[in-house]
Nanobody, 116 residues
Framework: QVQLVESGGGLVQPGGSLRLSCAAS????????MGWYRQAPGKQRELVARITDGGITIYADSVQGRFTISRDNAKKTVYLRMNSLKPEDTAVYYC??????????WGQGTQVTVSS
């Protein structure tokens, strides 16, 4: 069972930046697509960015040009650099594989709050 530990969230003013990290366990990390997801209060969890094992990245329209996903396979870690943050980016952020299979477990997430 893969374990995922997200960190790096916090309170930031609009226009600010944060870098999230996700430490994963498991021998297959280097071979899977990893994604960052977020869930805002009262909304469904959504995929914001994903990265293939070869480093190809895809972003949701809402974060394109502001967020950058990257990975370090040797450290089994995925990162999300978030710039020009907006209040609507406020959410709990999670990492996980992509696509999400039924029954897959989630980490505790990391809270990002964008507010003045």
């Amino acid at each position: 069972q893969v374990q995922l530990v997200e960190s790096g969230g916090g309170l930031v003013q609009p226009g600010g930046s944060l870098r999230l990290s996700c430490a994963a366990s498991g021998s297959l990390f280097s071979f899977v697509v990893m994604g960052w997801y977020r869930q805002a209060p009262g909304k469904q969890r959504e995929l914001v960015a994903r990265i293939t094992d070869g480093g190809i990245t895809i972003y949701a329209d809402s974060v394109q040009g502001r967020f950058t996903i990257s990975r370090d396979n040797a450290k089994k870690t995925v990162y999300l650099r978030m710039n020009s943050l907006k209040p609507e980016d406020t959410a709990v952020y999670y990492c996980n594989v992509h696509p999400i299979a039924p029954g897959i477990s989630w980490g505790q997430g990391t809270q990002v709050t964008v507010s003045s």
